[in-house]
């Protein structure tokens, strides 16, 4: 079957680094999504890899390993509003193309 | 604002009813996504249309259905509603060309008492 896992909580300081892992095991794979969501509010997209290697888009990169079936999102100079949870996604070609989400990482931002 | 819009934002009902919530996906936007997201839980994929098709559907309970119109909106019906259904109900919509992008609407709440 299909699965991602990703830590529960992860807790860091103002101006800290923090990388959230993520890993999956689906049967087809088109890549690894990462969204945002802040508590009541909706999802938002961070980012996306096909292809193994670093994404960078300002604060936060992704990374893909296809072969380790691992990813990682690193969000830089963590700023209080990072504070929230983050899913790591698939679309897994074999599931009939469904979208599957991790259970997310709730990321606290200490003062 | 992601430009995908939901309506009810809130829908307070009691069990044994049925209720119908409603998606408009981004401008251009063919394909649309519906999730179910209960209290600190994580997103349950429920079903995808593409241009008024099914493409994809999750653990979608047969008490739940959902269509896609030919002007792109999707409702999502929900019937013999159950205190367990009490959740966030998104949708979201991507280009088929991007279907690893997902556009979250605000979500509607519904509360089954």
């Known amino acids: 079957g299909q699965s991602l896992e990703q830590p529960s909580e992860v807790t860091a300081v103002e101006g800290a680094i923090v990388q959230i892992n993520c890993t999956y095991q689906?049967?087809?794979?088109?890549?690894l999504s990462w969204y945002q969501q802040h508590d009541g509010g909706a999802p938002t997209f961070l980012s996306y890899n096909a292809l193994d290697g670093l994404e960078e888009t300002g604060r936060f990169s992704s990374f893909l390993s296809r072969s380790d079936s691992y990813g990682y999102l690193l969000l830089q100079e963590l700023q209080m509003k990072d504070s929230a949870s983050y899913f790591c996604?698939?679309?897994?070609?074999?599931?009939?193309?469904?979208?599957?989400f991790g259970a997310g990482t709730r990321l606290f931002v200490k003062a | 604002d992601s430009g995908v819009t939901q309506t009810p934002k809130h829908l307070i009902t009691a069990t044994g009813q049925r209720v119908t919530l409603r998606c408009s996906p981004r401008s251009g936007d063919l394909s649309v996504y519906w999730y179910q997201q209960s209290l600190d839980q994580g997103l349950q994929f429920l079903i995808q249309y593409y241009n008024g098709e099914e493409r994809a559907k999750g653990n979608i309970l047969e008490r739940f259905s959902a269509q896609q119109f030919p002007d792109l909106h999707s409702e999502l019906n929900l019937s013999s509603l159950e205190l367990g259904d009490s959740a966030l109900y998104f949708c979201?919509?991507?280009?088929?060309?991007?279907?690893?992008?997902?556009?979250f609407g605000p979500g509607t709440r519904l509360l089954v008492l």
């Open positions: 996604a698939v679309r897994d070609r074999a599931g009939g193309f469904k979208t599957i």
């Open positions: 689906t049967s087809g794979f088109y890549g």
């Open positions: 979201a919509s991507s280009t088929r060309e991007a279907q690893e992008t997902q556009y």
